[in-house]
């Protein structure tokens, strides 16, 4: 009865991938890393410093992929549930042109796919293309492959395949589409995903425990032999990763002490390049080697300095300002060097001058504002700060702020009054459930982190004692036992 199907199965695959797909022979992890480059340039967060929201989903959605990806490499797996991934996707030379989704002011567009695959290049070629990223690059990875053109591949039908349940009946294979019509169908309840993961992730805690234990030494010792303010990771990466981050600096600290001392009252944070950061941390990349992290340390005096002109900078601007306060809020604005945030208020000050505004002095004392480097119009913040463009109107400016600026303080007010209702409602859901560590994401905002605080009170969950409970914006239990849920969280039986 099916002797048939075979040929077929292999035509309607041939509909789906390029021709050299079904000759190619499997990827190897490092080579399905490569073959995903372009896709890892178009999300990746760092990208993203001005959206922080799409930042973090990114950095959410790379580490439910990276565990997928580890699945479908371990010998003897079976099957993997179906897995929703959602990306901002940048726009790049690759994926903008035309006939494709049209992609928002911001230079980006959210693309939401379903991984249910068996293996590494048919799952590489899926997310290449739910992209609209190019698989060209694809063919010159493996050797045993056809010589026909990949443009006469793309232009073949994309239609998905659909078999007769009794195919699945007679051969015993697994039913893709029943188990992605079920995800489809059943949305994922707190209780359930509790009941699902809470004994993996106290494994993961416990087995953690000891390098937590190691991490906090290693940071109490450094703290008190460096007298820094704190230590810190932009990051969110595993605790095994920090502690070899902290080993490195100690054995950089046990060769150039008095250099390292220059540091003294600063925070350290572990990122992505090294320099001194907006707000004066000191930034030690975590990719440059002893040598550069010792030739930083050796210019902070400079540094120093330059913060100095750079606070006497913004206090020249709050003055041409009426006495608006410049900020650089962490949370919400990319992160900029000390030396990029200085220019970014240099040019903006520079047009400040040449176009006097008149403001009363002192007549927006209390209010703030944020300086970015868009070239859009001016906006008032739910936050109550101003959001100003370096380059922006003068004349605009003026009329802007002074238009809103009652409603700037009314927000600030609301601001400060949910700020004491969410410490005191994190404070009584650490105390109710006994949890170990209660925090959230940057991207979960305070009205966000208050309504999901009040609902997880009404509940009884038991599975969260001791536990280490991250408020995001999804599902995920990170390496070392952090359980991770969406602050919009659903409860009450799965809905069908």
């Not at 290449?128 to 045993?144: A, D, F, G, M, R």
Request: glycine residues 4%; hydrophobic residues 35%.
């Amino acid at each position: 009865m099916f002797c048939h199907l075979r040929p077929v199965r292999r035509s309607c695959l041939e509909k789906i991938f390029p021709h050299w797909f079904l000759s190619s022979r499997a990827l190897s992890g490092a080579e399905a890393v490569n073959a995903l480059r372009p896709f890892y340039f178009a999300v990746h967060p760092d990208f993203f410093g001005q959206h922080p929201r799409e930042r973090e989903v990114n950095e959410n959605s790379l580490k439910r992929l990276s565990v997928y990806l580890e699945n479908l490499q371990k010998p003897g797996f079976k099957s993997l549930k179906p897995t929703q991934l959602t990306f901002y996707v940048r726009e790049t030379e690759q994926n903008s042109s035309e006939g494709q989704e049209p992609f928002s002011t911001s230079g980006f567009r959210a693309v939401k796919f379903t991984l249910h695959t068996r293996d590494l290049l048919s799952t590489v070629l899926y997310i290449l293309n739910s992209c609209s990223l190019s698989i060209e690059h694809i063919q010159s990875l493996n050797t045993n492959v056809h010589s026909q053109p990949l443009k006469e591949a793309k232009r073949m039908s994309d239609r998905p395949i659909k078999w007769d349940k009794s195919y699945y009946y007679f051969t015993g294979f697994k039913d893709p589409h029943e188990d992605l019509e079920q995800v489809s169908r059943m949305e994922t309840t707190l209780t359930s995903w509790l009941d699902n993961n809470g004994k993996s992730a106290v494994k993961k805690l416990r087995n953690s425990l000891p390098l937590r234990r190691e991490l906090d030494r290693l940071k109490d010792d450094l703290s008190q032999q460096l007298q820094l303010s704190d230590i810190r990771w932009q990051r969110s990466w595993g605790i095994a990763h920090r502690c070899s981050q902290l080993h490195s600096l100690g054995r950089l600290a046990q060769q150039n002490l008095e250099t390292l001392k220059n540091a003294k009252g600063c925070t350290i944070i572990f990122t992505d390049r090294s320099g001194m950061s907006a707000v004066g941390h000191v930034m030690l990349g975590t990719m440059d080697v002893h040598h550069h992290w010792t030739k930083l340390f050796e210019r902070l005096p400079s540094y120093f300095d330059l913060q100095r002109r750079l606070m006497l900078l913004e206090d020249q601007i709050s003055y041409l300002l009426g006495g608006i306060q410049v900020v650089y809020i962490e949370e919400l604005q990319p992160v900029l060097t000390l030396e990029e945030y200085y220019s970014l208020l240099d040019v903006f000050y520079n047009r400040l001058v040449k176009n006097r505004i008149p403001f009363h002095p002192r007549s927006l004392r209390g209010l703030q504002m944020i300086l970015n480097s868009d070239r859009y119009a001016p906006s008032l913040h739910e936050l109550g700060h101003f959001n100003i463009p370096s380059l922006c109107d003068p004349a605009n400016l003026q009329w802007f702020i002074l238009t809103k600026a009652q409603q700037a303080r009314d927000n600030m007010k609301r601001k400060e009054e949910l700020k004491v209702i969410e410490n005191e409602l994190i404070q009584a859901s650490t105390k109710k459930f006994s949890l170990e560590k209660f925090y959230k994401e940057p991207s979960v905002s305070s009205i966000q982190m208050v309504d999901c605080c009040k609902r997880l009170l009404e509940q009884s969950l038991p599975y969260l004692q001791g536990m280490h409970l991250c408020i995001s914006h999804f599902y995920s239990v990170l390496q070392d036992g952090d359980l991770c849920i969406p602050w919009n969280w659903k409860d009450g039986e799965a809905i069908k």
